[in-house]
């Protein structure tokens, strides 16, 4: 990857929203640790996945977990799951956060272990898994990715270990494509064509699809936006320092059919080329949007 290209990727990290600036750190591992990861299902649609991390140095790291701005979850593994296929995303969704009231650390012996685990429900059908755990070892940031794992719902799983300090993927969402959350989808609308150093704007829309009103409360907060060229160069944003819901009182309902639309200015990309962004949320799924910038 070019310095202009990184550079122009990483400025998405600034996101100016009139509730704050978003800001995050692209880490590369340093700390000696190692990740394998693992997909198997457990019984119906309940599929246990697993990020072992591995020390390998001679002395013992203490591996903390960032939580959100809220300063309430602490999220290990973090997971992204596509279907085979369509290549549509199906997680991150609704399922139920880890949440902790203090920052989550584990300590790893010198070339010890530890194995992280959370629970997914989907529906039957094939997915690919992808796994990493980000946070700090010994307080200097890292990120660790897994290789991708392939999962039969209802079959099989197959599994997948190895060690990687780069971001690794299999496919991607399709474009402007909405994922639909519990009563909610959000959509995400960019400009077709953006001038290179010129900032341009995402419209995020979330829209009430029950039949009944519902309050909105956090269903708008990103809590993760990764940036890829169509050249396969991406950035991935996790944690983000600030939310759009935080302009929602928590008490803001949109009734039935009712929409919501945030504004979201995007930084100037210097770099020419077709850039996927990608919006996950807490509760309201994901949204993707493609921008040319020339």
């Not at 307080?139 to 991708?148: C, M, W």
């Not at 979330?206 to 160069?233: D, F, H, M």
Request: aromatic share 6%; glycine share 6%.
């Amino acid at each position: 990857m070019t310095k202009s290209v990184f550079r122009s990727l990483l400025a998405l990290a600034s996101l100016s929203l009139s509730v704050g600036t978003l800001a995050q750190s692209n880490q590369a591992n340093t700390s000696g640790l190692t990740i394998s990861s693992t997909a198997a299902t457990v019984t119906g649609g309940k599929v246990n996945v697993s990020a072992t991390v591995r020390n390998t140095t001679s002395t013992s790291q203490t591996l903390s977990l960032g939580r959100n701005n809220f300063q309430e979850c602490a999220f290990a593994p973090h997971v992204r799951v596509l279907r085979v296929g369509t290549r549509d995303v199906v997680y991150p969704r609704a399922e139920p956060r880890i949440c902790t009231q203090e920052l989550r650390a584990e300590t790893l012996a010198a070339n010890g272990e530890f194995k992280f685990e959370r629970d997914l429900n989907l529906e039957p059908g094939e997915y690919v898994v992808e796994v990493w755990v980000k946070g700090f070892a010994n307080d200097a940031p890292v990120f660790l990715s897994g290789q991708p794992v392939r999962v039969n719902v209802g079959g099989s799983a197959s599994t997948a270990s190895g060690s990687t300090t780069s971001s690794t993927t299999t496919s991607t969402p399709a474009a402007n494509t909405p994922s639909v959350a519990r009563n909610f989808t959000l959509t995400a609308r960019a400009p077709s064509v953006a001038t290179a150093g010129r900032s341009f704007n995402v419209v995020l829309t979330l829209t009430n699809k029950s039949a009944s009103a519902q309050r909105v409360g956090t269903k708008l907060c990103p809590v993760g936006i990764e940036a890829r060229s169509a050249s396969g160069e991406q950035l991935d944003l996790q944690n983000i320092a600030a939310t759009l819901c935080v302009a929602d009182a928590p008490t803001t309902t949109l009734q039935a059919g009712q929409s919501r639309l945030y504004s979201v200015s995007v930084p100037a990309i210097e770099a020419a080329a077709t850039y996927t962004l990608t919006f996950t949320t807490y509760d309201a799924g994901t949204a993707t949007a493609t921008v040319d910038v020339r």
